[in-house]
């Protein structure tokens, strides 16, 4: 998402992990962290001309 | 568009469609049943593990409360300003667009965009419940029913993910963002390519 929204022309792309985010089920909880799934907080700007 | 990406995207469009149905039936569920049990925290139980203030949850109607189903706080970063125009994309019951439309007060609005018309209408009888000025639009992400330079700020809660042409949804939020805007969203990333087994299957699209 970081590449995309840079890619997009988005300028002051950030990104900060959501923290308490997990999947309540714990078979889906398991299977998001062998993959690394995380939520997270992306912030970025349109340039202004 | 080349060959090779009209293959793919020829070639995914089917399941596309099938995830299209099943994320559709999971949010209606989420918001006609809120107290079901899903994969995902929901409701005031997840808003508040991720920070929302509990003044808004006790002001904002239940029913937007209830069905709530983000994964993060877009709030924390939108800083949104009185008289901003805000795009809430995936707008589902509301929760966010309602808080959202309270920080761009009266001279401001909140123009919501979600796929599920029924969903619409309800963000919609939440916000005015609430005293914010909301419109929502049924449509699909990528490609928004605005015009080009149409919002000051875009907030999103656990949507883009669901979209199989992410790049395109981007493109189309820098799109209707007018210059200077900005964009505060929360979503899931995954950092290893899922297996073709978790792709190809919906209900997981959905979870």
Request: charged fraction near 25%; hydrophobic fraction near 40%.
């Amino acid at each position: 998402m970081f590449v995309l929204l840079e890619d997009a022309g988005f300028k002051r792309v950030r990104s900060t992990i959501v923290p308490g985010f997990a999947f309540r089920k714990e078979s889906t909880r398991d299977a998001a962290e062998a993959y690394g799934v995380k939520a997270v907080l992306f912030t970025a700007q349109k340039p202004a001309t | 568009m080349t060959d090779v990406a009209r293959l793919h995207a020829e070639e995914q469009a089917p399941l596309e469609g099938v995830i299209k149905g099943e994320v559709l039936r999971m949010y209606q569920e989420v918001a006609e049943h809120p107290e079901g049990e899903f994969h995902f925290y929901h409701g005031r139980q997840a808003a508040e593990l991720f920070g929302y203030e509990r003044e808004w949850l006790d002001r904002a109607p239940p029913g937007a409360v209830a069905s709530f189903a983000g994964v993060g706080n877009p709030h924390l970063r939108s800083q949104i300003r009185p008289g901003e125009t805000v795009l809430d994309l995936g707008s589902g019951a509301g929760l966010d667009s309602i808080i959202a439309g309270w920080q761009a007060g009266p001279t401001g609005r909140v123009i919501g965009v979600d796929l599920n018309p029924t969903m619409c209408l309800k963000a919609q009888a939440h916000a005015a419940t609430s005293g914010v000025r909301m419109v929502c639009h049924e449509g699909r992400m990528e490609d928004i029913p605005l015009p080009d330079g149409a919002v000051d700020v875009v907030i999103s809660n656990g949507v883009i993910n669901l979209s199989f042409r992410k790049r395109r949804v981007i493109q189309e939020l820098f799109r209707v963002l007018k210059p200077g805007g900005r964009l505060s969203v929360t979503d899931i990333v995954s950092a290893k390519q899922l297996s073709q087994s978790i792709v190809n299957d919906p209900k997981l699209w959905a979870s």
